[in-house]
């Protein structure tokens, strides 16, 4: 029997939205927190010097549109993820994400299955009711291949040596066959050449990543990189509403127990 990459199998697992939300928002809280929302938390305000006075940020998930005081019966019906920057002085409701999350599960008879909805309608939804930043996620839980269906990579017994490259020499002939379960990553760039198709605007925030379940327990969120990096990270929304914004501060005010803190670890640096 070959090894499998990482020397772990996976398994399959049955998670309904608001699990794989609660693993988004919670995953990595010690070393990278809310990941799967860099594109839009981070990434737009490398040019900003208040970026670094982040100290953590407020979560909330799946509150309903009216009780944010959207009167209309427009999508989304709730907002998914609604996540808040804050510093040691200032809460910036300014610059607040909202976030669409879909589930697509894929199997090995049907690996370019779709998800239910893509979300698109929602994006724009979330555009047009004004949220500073706005993201679209899409999350694939693939079935797990059996071996026979898995591809054979040739894995090197040794790590690479970045500084000293004569300890390099003869690492390509010390080589062993592992196998590699292909379909999350695969269905995860479908999703993404999906999402491509459609009109989207530049400035909304889009992430497709493999989440897969392994049979010591553990889980791995596993981005697609490469031709798909440029797509990926959101901007301000032009449509930004001051009202929407308000809201988001009542909100707050009023529900408190509704977000959940998240710190940012301090810099080892």
Known sequence: ???????????????????????LINTDKKHFPLRCFSNV?????RINDELIDYIGFYVAKLILREDLKFEDKKKPGDFDVIIIPFSD?????????ASEV????????????????LGVKQLFGLIEDGFPFISLIHITMPEALKEAEMQTLKFANRPLDMDNPKNNIGLLDDMRDVLFDWLGMY????QMQRLLKFDIPKYAGLYCTELSFFDNGSYV?????????DFNHGYFNPKIKS???EKIEQHFQDNPSNYQKILIPPSKG
Request: aromatic share 8%; glycine share 4%; proline share 4%.
């Open 221 to 229: 969120l596993s981005d697609i990189y490469g031709e798909y990096n």
């Open 1 to 23: 029997m070959k090894e499998h990459i990482g020397g772990l199998k996976k398994i399959n697992a049955q998670l309904s939205e608001e699990e794989v939300i609660d693993i």
């Open 102 to 117: 879909k589930v697509v599960r894929p199997t090995r008879r049907k690996p370019s299955r779709n998800a239910n909805s």
């Open 89 to 97: 002085t200032k809460i910036y409701f300014d610059r607040t994400v």
């Open 187 to 190: 269905s995860a760039s479908k």
């Open 243 to 245: 009202e929407t914004i």
């Open 41 to 45: 938390l981070y990434a737009p305000m």
